[in-house]
Each structure stands twice: as C-alpha cells, then as structure tokens.
C-alpha cells in the first residue's frame, strides 16, 4: 500500500495530540460518592443484580490494618439488615477489638449459643501459639459445616480470611468450598483481608463485589490495581484515595461501575428483632 503525503500527520498535529494514558479505551474515573448516598444503592442491588434471579453475591474487601475495612463491613452489615433483614453471622478471630461491640449485635463462642439471625461469633481462648489455631480451627469448622444447609439464606462474614484459611487443610478446602459453591445453599460470603497475595485465588474469582483501601506499598498499589483491571488504568485512582478519609473503591466485577467512597456515617450499636437461628443451625 502506497502512503500520500497528504495522508501523513504533520509533526506539530502529533506533538499538539495529547497521549491516552488509559489501556483500557473504555475506563472511566470513577465518581466520588459518600457511603450516606452510595450505601442505599449499593444495599438494594447486592445480591439483586439481576432482578428476575437474584443470586447470593459475594464481597472480597482489601486493606491494611487501619484503613477502615473493619467500620465499613460492619456499616453495610447492618445496612443490609436495617434494609432487608438479612441475617448475618461475623466470624471474629483476633484476641480482642472493641470495635465490634459497635455492631451491637450479640457475642457467642458456641455454635450452640447461636439463637439470634444476627451474631457475632468470636471463639475465644487463652491458648497461644498452635493451640491457639488448633482451637480456632475446630470452632470455625464447626460452625461452617452446620450452616452448610439448602436455604441458609444468611451472610457469613470473616474479620480475617486468610487466618482461617491457613488453619489446616481441611480448613482451606471448607473455605474454598464456600467460595465457590456457597451461592448455591442461599450463603452469602464476605471476608476481609490485608493484602490480596497469598490469598485463595477464589476469593477473587468468585466475588462479584470489591472494595479496597489505599494499600501502603508500591508492590500492594499494583496488585490492588489488577484486582479491578488494567493496572496502569488503576493504579493513579488509588494513588488519588485520601486514607486519613478512609477512602476505598468499590467496584462490582459484572457491570464494571465503580465508585471511590467513604464511610461518613458513626457506627453504633443496632437493635435487633430477634427471630432465632434454630431454623438454621440447629437441624
């Protein structure tokens, strides 16, 4: 093919051009919404992206300690029941954090205890070390395997997902069982971790819906970016996030919209109608 010389750009028109710096010719910067207005929304669709079959959607959330994952899985949380009195179970596994006496919701170290559709279940012991993960892994395991029902219908929600998954084999394939097949017995999952590395590759396959904080470092900047597309496309937006605001993204994996928000609102204590959760753990 012969090229014309009228046909060739002239180098002033290519210097005036300005380069697109984006990979990806259809990503858009994503608006700033604060949770007060983003929260509703994000509420009513969870789970219900398509009206005609809503399906349990799961929620990966990303951050390093003190970015504010914690208050914002325990603001949609109780969002979700204030909304739609979704029952939810949060498996807790630190040594102790006052944050979740916030949620108000009620603590239970037995599976057996659970009488509430909204729990927090926090096994506690004074063993270190791997009696410690022994314990852990026992408890959680038990819990998992009773909620493991058709029609659970209920939230499980983790403080740390990649401590339970490290507890034992037989713990990582109980997990990993959840990730992929849980949407079929109506369980929603919701876990929360600090790094995306290291992590079971479900976690991120299988979630529809993400939010990550401002990571602390280069290497987490990139791998936070990928989680959500082409790295060079996202890494300036975290670059953008203010964590003295606790800025995070959220970005639903389907339909590709995303927002960059911020939890505005206190957490305090929810009241709770208690319905019982014998229909659920107790068969």
Do not use: C
Request: hydrophobic share 35%; no cysteine; glycine share 6%.
């Amino acid at each position: 093919m012969t090229v014309r010389p009228e046909d060739v750009e002239p180098e002033e028109a290519k210097a005036a051009a300005p380069a697109d710096w984006r990979s990806d010719p259809a990503f858009t910067w994503p608006e700033r919404v604060p949770w007060s207005q983003l929260g509703p929304d994000f509420i009513s669709i969870w789970g219900r992206a398509d009206e005609s079959n809503p399906q349990p959607e799961h929620w990966e959330i990303v951050g390093p300690t003190g970015s504010g994952k914690t208050h914002l899985m325990l603001t949609a949380l109780q969002d979700r029941y204030r909304a739609r009195k979704t029952g939810a179970i949060l498996v807790v596994t630190k040594a102790d954090d006052n944050v979740f006496q916030k949620l108000g919701w009620p603590v239970v170290t037995k599976t057996d205890e659970i009488q509430d559709t909204n729990v927090v279940y926090w096994p506690r012991t004074k063993k270190t070390g791997n009696a410690r993960r022994e314990f852990h892994d026992g408890r959680i395991q038990q819990l998992l395997n009773k909620l493991w029902q058709p029609g659970a219908n209920t939230i499980v929600a983790f403080d740390e997902v990649g401590y339970v998954e490290s507890l034992s084999g037989d713990m990582r394939a109980l997990v990993q069982m959840y990730w992929r097949e849980a949407r079929s017995v109506g369980i929603t999952v919701v876990a929360m971790k600090q790094r995306p590395q290291g992590a079971l590759r479900d976690m991120h396959s299988e979630t529809y819906w993400t939010a990550a904080f401002a990571p602390k470092d280069r290497s987490d900047a990139e791998r936070f970016a990928e989680l959500f597309g082409h790295r060079r496309d996202w890494l300036p937006v975290f670059d953008s996030l203010d964590p003295d605001l606790h800025e995070f993204i959220l970005r639903h994996s389907r339909s590709r919209e995303a927002y960059i928000s911020w939890v505005d609102t206190p957490l305090t204590p929810q009241k709770i109608k208690r319905k019982g959760l014998a229909s659920i753990v107790g068969r």
